[in-house]
């Protein structure tokens, strides 16, 4: 293996986001050289069009299922332990919330979950049964905006400077002589095909480039079929900022949440909704027809975008609960952040089912970035056929089930009957 690790050459479509720079970066890790890794990606790393450039993303541990919980603790040791991520792991804590009946006993299963876990999570995890122990931990709460509020909190959750921790990765890139292509010598158009039709040799990008490899990577993210999430930031002043400052990460499932100020003093808030759509004709490569695709629509090309007005109510809902001090306070940088659902959740990392050599490294529900310094060793493993069972398994091709709804509460609404988020005549 190490001599096919010295000679293999490997694209990485994607490579500023999440997915694809922990391929990249895993890939000299296992002892790839650099010079036979190309990374493309329409924007420099951190890709402006990657779900992971942005300011912040929760860090917790997720037992959804066996896998779930695996590649979260993997993941939390590397953002404890790892050199390279270490600094963007803001270990402040986290509250998960619910007030509903159906969600405080949702909420009682998760908790019993950790205890059952087997992975010391009892010894970081407490259940919070008041608004007195709710605001032990984040006393700058409003008593009269949590009654009856339950919650979990977690010692060793907080959240993690998301561009900044792809950044790091992008400097170490760099420094190792990787190969890169970006605008559109790095805007990926097909796979280029062997004569036989069925084994994937390299791509083709939008300018007309052709890269040859043995192995392609595509991690597209939301340039998968996509969904689409809302915030906003909100600017403190330094005297504000250093109130806030430590304060955990507060979660509630009908509500949203917010994370405490950066360094700049601005804090980003979201709301809690099933996603929006955006649905357009498309006819994909190796596809017969065209058929309905919900496809992204670059901020990063169409800044004067925001988000519909129904989210500005929910966001300002949000901070009414959460921020009440700070309801009239201008909100800024509001925005979609698109990211790929599977429907059931997990990720789909495997070889494409036609295609051989073309690896397909996406999938979301929301809480991939946590795993960012993990996934791309996994990734890996599939590629040299050592991937563990139960991964290849969870990761697997799987078509059929419903995307758009995924294991949320409601289907996404589409964009097109969602009046206020557009602001140019750009389609």
């Not at 280029?192 to 007309?208: A, K, N, P, R, Y």
């Not at 392609?216 to 806030?244: D, N, R, T």
């Amino acid at each position: 293996m190490a001599a096919s690790r010295a000679t293999t050459k490997v694209i990485v479509v994607g490579g500023g986001g999440t997915i694809g720079s922990s391929t990249a970066l895993h890939l000299i890790r296992f002892g790839y050289a650099p010079a036979n890794i190309t990374v493309l990606d329409t924007f420099q790393i951190p890709s402006a069009q990657s779900a992971g450039n942005d300011l912040n993303k929760i860090m917790g541990v997720r037992l959804r299922s066996k896998v779930d919980t695996q590649i979260s603790l993997e993941a939390r040791q590397m953002w404890r332990e790892d050199e390279l991520f270490k600094p963007f792991f803001h270990n402040v804590g986290r509250i998960d919330c619910e007030s509903s009946e159906q969600g405080v006993a949702a909420l009682r299963q998760e908790y019993q979950a950790m205890l059952d876990a087997g992975a010391g999570l009892e010894t970081t995890h407490e259940w919070l049964d008041s608004e007195d122990e709710i605001l032990k931990k984040m006393p700058l709460l409003q008593r009269d905006q949590i009654e009856g509020w339950k919650a979990i909190w977690s010692q060793d959750g907080g959240w993690l400077a998301a561009a900044k921790a792809i950044n790091a990765i992008g400097e170490f890139l760099r420094e190792q002589g990787v190969n890169f292509g970006f605008g559109s010598a790095g805007s990926f158009k097909q796979p280029l095909l062997d004569v036989d039709g069925s084994t994937c040799v390299g791509v083709e990008t939008v300018d007309g480039t052709k890269y040859y490899a043995d192995k392609v990577v595509l991690a597209a993210g939301a340039w998968s079929p996509a969904l689409a999430w809302v915030y906003a930031h909100i600017q403190l002043s330094p005297e504000e900022a250093a109130e806030y400052k430590g304060v955990p990460v507060v979660y509630n499932g009908d509500i949203g949440f917010f994370f405490e100020p950066n360094e700049h003093g601005v804090i980003k808030v979201c709301d809690e909704f099933p996603g929006f759509s955006r649905f357009k004709q498309h006819q994909p490569f190796g596809s017969s027809a065209p058929k309905p695709v919900s496809i992204p629509r670059s901020h990063a090309k169409h800044p004067t975008d925001t988000y519909p007005d129904a989210s500005e109510v929910t966001i300002r809902q949000a901070i009414s609960t959460y921020l009440p001090r700070f309801e009239k306070k201008e909100l800024f940088n509001r925005a979609m952040c698109w990211c790929t659902d599977t429907a059931d959740s997990q990720l789909l990392i495997c070889e494409h089912p036609k295609w051989k050599n073309f690896i397909l490294a996406t999938g979301d529900s929301g809480h991939s970035f946590k795993i960012l310094p993990i996934i791309g060793k996994h990734v890996v493993e599939l590629i040299e056929g050592s991937l563990s069972d139960d991964l290849t398994h969870a990761w697997r091709w799987r078509p059929g089930g419903d995307a758009q709804k995924s294991t949320r509460a409601a289907p996404p609404k589409d964009l097109a009957d969602m009046p206020g988020w557009r602001h140019d005549a750009k389609l």
